[in-house]
DNA sequence: TTATTAATTTGACAACTTTCGAATTGTATT
DNA sequence: AATACAATTCGAAAGTTGTCAAATTAATAA
């Protein structure tokens, strides 16, 4: 459980998630592939990444280098469809996120 | 909603929050206040700092440090009682947070 | 009052991050 | 084949972070 730096091995994996989600472009990146995963769920049709980079100010190098960075992070599948890039949140990794982040006192 | 840079206003609060917690050390601090908390809910009796700091191999200056990060955040307070500092977590803000990152599909 | 312990401030430094422009690769369209 | 579009790679600049040692402040104990 313990490493011999005093740091839980799950805290590193932990923080790197945390690292990835505290750029505030790439978090709204990140929320925009949530929330066309959500408007898609039925299709499951994905999300495509020349469409969301439309509407955040930031050069194509730079949507790269973050997309790689929550990738990295296992926060988001990438993969390529044709001339596409296509986007998908990994819900098992939020939702063990959302449970380490829990509160679990009776207030 | 949106300002002119194409990102969220809670967004960049948001991306302070995942910031505070982004680096090992200080999201293990983080976690340990947290248990704390918990484990003191009934007497309220909050958690030393000095004590955390043991467990952890990092200097007073730093742990200084990520206190004010983790603060500035909003993630928790501190409070002196006399010789010692207290924290606590905030965890309106905590829920908050949870809130944002919950994923709301029928999965 | 002197010594001790807890925490903060300051200043510094190496390492890392964010972002960009230019060049490049991969795919599709004409 | 030539063009256009989507994405990646590379190299660099400017800014930010994590950490420490030394000095300082605050509160307590001897």
């Known amino acids: 459980m313990w490493n011999n730096c005093g740091v839980c091995m799950d805290t590193k994996k ?34 495509l990444i020349c469409e969301i980079s439309k509407s955040l100010n930031i050069g194509a190098p730079t949507i790269s280098h973050h997309l790689k960075e929550l990738s990295n992070a296992d926060l988001i599948f990438t993969e390529r469809k044709g001339k596409y890039l296509v986007a998908r949140v990994n819900e098992e990794m939020v939702n063990e996120v959302n449970e380490l982040l829990k509160l679990n006192n009776e207030s």
Chains 1, 2 share one sequence.
Request: proline share 3%; glycine share 2%; with cysteine.
């Open 14 to 47: 932990m923080a790197k998630v945390f690292k990835a989600l505290s750029n505030p472009n790439r978090l709204e990146l990140y929320f925009q592939i949530v929330k066309k995963h959500e408007a898609s769920y039925e299709t499951d049709s994905g999300c």
